[in-house]
């Protein structure tokens, strides 16, 4: 099992269905770990019951795409955990429409969040790391590689993390702070639902048995989320150090590049 004792790290998104997979794969590993959502309401939520003493876990509203909210949060982070060995950019947007009726504003939103929101708070870690070293992760989609219709602003803002993951690994190389990316497939979350929801009206097919068929083909299942919590908590140890700016899969096996 990956050790991260002691390691200390911030998770985005991690009031979501994939970050509360995260948070609980990280502690079990030893780590302690700042929570940061949009609603610290529901981040707190999902600490109490994953970290009920509240002894290694920290909670705090940060809009991942305001600079201001993203560096007080990561010095509240530094402050609280007494420093960081790194951050899992988890937070995500999506929003489903066809590429002939898709709304600028939708567009920019899943680029600022999923996008500017992975390079802010990468940056402002990054900034701390710099002296030190550490490990960055980014969520990032098979929809990045593959491409999925209905889904044209995701799609593309999902190769753009791949894209921001390779840049920010070879800049801060010499930095010892080392950045890859994971690729899910369909995880068991709200998202996921969310989808199933909206294609549901427009294919005249019941939610529930859409959702039953997103899951990972070969596997004949949806993927839970600390299955891709695991590959994360690997890809923050010291055990990954030569796996550097990479995409890695986590779908089951369907993606074959
Ligand atoms: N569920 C899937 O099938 C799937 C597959 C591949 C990739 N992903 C990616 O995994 C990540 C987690 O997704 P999930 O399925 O858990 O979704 P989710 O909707 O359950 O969680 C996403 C979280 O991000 C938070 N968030 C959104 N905008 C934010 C902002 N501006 N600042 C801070 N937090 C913000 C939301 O409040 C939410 O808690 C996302 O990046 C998503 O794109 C999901």
Not at 30 to 54: I, M
Not at 67 to 74: A, F, I, K, Q
Not at 124 to 132: A, D, F, K, T
Not at 164 to 178: C, G, P
């Amino acid at each position: 099992m990956v050790n991260l004792t002691d390691r200390r790290y911030i998770v985005t998104g991690a009031a979501g269905g994939i970050g509360g997979g995260i948070v609980s794969v990280l502690l079990e590993r030893g780590a302690r770990v700042a929570l940061f959502d949009l609603d610290e309401t529901r981040t707190k939520a999902v600490a109490s019951r994953l970290d009920p003493d509240g002894q290694r876990t920290m909670s705090i509203g940060v809009d991942v795409t305001d600079p201001t909210s993203v560096s007080e949060g990561v010095a509240r982070a530094v402050d609280g955990l007494g420093g960081l060995e790194g951050l899992v950019n988890n937070a995500g947007s999506v929003v489903l429409d066809t590429a002939w009726d898709a709304a600028v504003e939708d567009w920019s939103k899943q680029l600022e969040v999923n996008v500017i929101g992975t390079f802010l708070c990468s940056r402002e870690v990054g900034r701390y790391l710099q002296p030190l070293g550490g490990a960055i992760v980014n969520v990032s989609s098979n929809c990045g590689k593959v491409g999925y219709k209905n889904m044209a602003a995701y799609n593309a803002a999902k190769a753009a993390v791949i894209s921001l993951t390779r840049s920010l690994s070879m800049e801060w190389a010499e930095d010892r702070i080392n950045v890859n990316a994971v690729c899910p497939g369909g995880v068991d979350t709200p998202m996921l639902a969310g989808v199933a929801e909206w294609l549901s009206s427009r294919l005249d097919v019941p939610a529930d048995e859409l959702l039953a068929g997103m899951g990972a083909a070969q596997l004949g299942r949806k993927i839970a989320p600390v299955e891709v919590a695991k590959v994360i908590a690997f890809l923050l140890s010291d055990d990954a150090l030569i796996i550097r700016g990479q995409a890695i899969n986590v779908d089951g096996g369907d993606t074959p590049y």
